[in-house]
C-alpha cells in the first residue's frame, strides 16, 4: 500500500517502503503555479509541499518571461519556452527550494526515451528531492518511464495524467507501480490573437476536470491528487470531499495569493 489516508490531524504519507513523501497540509502549489524563484512573502503558509516547475533534462535557451492573458472563465498561461534542465535548474534554483522548509517535488517532463536513463542515474546521486512528477504526453511512455526510474531511484513516484489519455494512464501508472496520480495536466489552449499555444486554467474547466476526477478516482486504487478547475476555496473543499488525497492549486494563486493559507485553514475547520 502506498497511501495512509488522512485525518484531519494526520499527515498525508506517500510512497510507503521507499523514502516516504510527507505532507503536513493536503494543499500544494502545481507545477509552475509560482515560478522558479517564488518569493512573496506568506505564499507557502499552509502548504503541505512545493512541485518545481516542469524540468526537460536538457537545457533549452528561450523567452523566461511567463504571461498571462484573461480570457472568459479563466486565464490562458504562455509559460515561455524557456527551461533550464533538471541539474541546472536545481544547481541554480536548489538553495532557494530548500529553504522553502518544505518537502519539494521535482517536476519532471520526459521528453524523448534516451533521456530516461540520464535523469535515473542523476536523481540516484542527487538525493535532494522528496518525490517525482512525472509529465508525459504519450500513455505508452508511462511503463516505460516507470520500468527504468521506479527500481532506481527510490522516491515515491507521482504521474500526472494527460487530460486525454487519463484513464489509460492511470492503470499503466497502477501496474507500473506509481505511488500517486495527479488528475489532471493543463487543457492546451490559443494564446488570444496570437498563434501560439498555452495552458487554460480557471473556473471554466472545473466540469470537464472534476468529471475526469470522479471518472479516474472510481477506477484506480491509487491515491488521486486533484488538479484542475480550482477557482476557490470550495472549489478545492469538494475535491477533497469527494476522495482526493490532495489537492494543487494554480489560477487560484495567480488571484489570490495567500491562497494556499486560505485553502488549508478551511480544511482544518471543515473537514
Known amino acids: 500500500m502506498s497511501f495512509i489516508p488522512l485525518n484531519n490531524s494526520e499527515p498525508l504519507v506517500l510512497g510507503i517502503g521507499k523514502r516516504e513523501l510527507v505532507m503536513n497540509s493536503r ?5 509552475g503555479a509560482l515560478g522558479w524563484a517564488p518569493t ?3 505564499s507557502f503558509d499552509g502548504a503541505g509541499a512545493f512541485v518545481t516547475p516542469e524540468m526537460f533534462w536538457e537545457q533549452s535557451r528561450g523567452d523566461e518571461q511567463r504571461r498571462l492573458y484573461r480570457v472568459p472563465g479563466g486565464v490562458v498561461v504562455s509559460p515561455g519556452d524557456y527551461n533550464p534542465g533538471l541539474p541546472h535548474a536545481f544547481s541554480k534554483y536548489g538553495r532557494l527550494w530548500q529553504g522553502l522548509d518544505l518537502p519539494i517535488i521535482a517536476a519532471i517532463r520526459i521528453a524523448a526515451e534516451d533521456s530516461l536513463l ?9 538525493r535532494v528531492f522528496a518525490a517525482i512528477e512525472l509529465h508525459l504526453d504519450q500513455a505508452e511512455m508511462v511503463s516505460l518511464a516507470l520500468d527504468v526510474l521506479e527500481p532506481r531511484v527510490g522516491l515515491p513516484i507521482l504521474v500526472r495524467l494527460s487530460p486525454i489519455f ?3 494512464m492511470a492503470q499503466m501508472a497502477a501496474d507500473g507501480g506509481a505511488d500517486a496520480l495527479v488528475c489532471a495536466a493543463p487543457l492546451p489552449a490559443l494564446v488570444p490573437k496570437q498563434t501560439t499555444m498555452g495552458v487554460l486554467h480557471g473556473s471554466g474547466t472545473w466540469p470537464f476536470y472534476t ?4 471518472e479516474v478516482q472510481q477506477s484506480t486504487d491509487l491515491p488521486v491528487i486533484a488538479r484542475g478547475g480550482i477557482a476557490s476555496t470550495q472549489d478545492a473543499l469538494w475535491y477533497l470531499e469527494n476522495g482526493a488525497a490532495a489537492v494543487q492549486i494554480d489560477a487560484l494563486l495567480y488571484r489570490e495569493p495567500d491562497a494556499l493559507a486560505q485553502v488549508s485553514a478551511r480544511i482544518n475547520e471543515t473537514l
Not at 494543499?27 to 507545477?31: D, L, T
Not at 468529471?211 to 470522479?214: D, K, N, T
Open 211 to 214: 468529471g475526469l476526477f470522479l
Open 118 to 126: 540520464d535523469i535515473a542515474n542523476w536523481l540516484s546521486r542527487n
Open 27 to 31: 494543499v500544494m502549489p502545481a507545477s
Open 40 to 42: 512573496p512573502p506568506g
Open 166 to 168: 487519463a484513464q489509460d
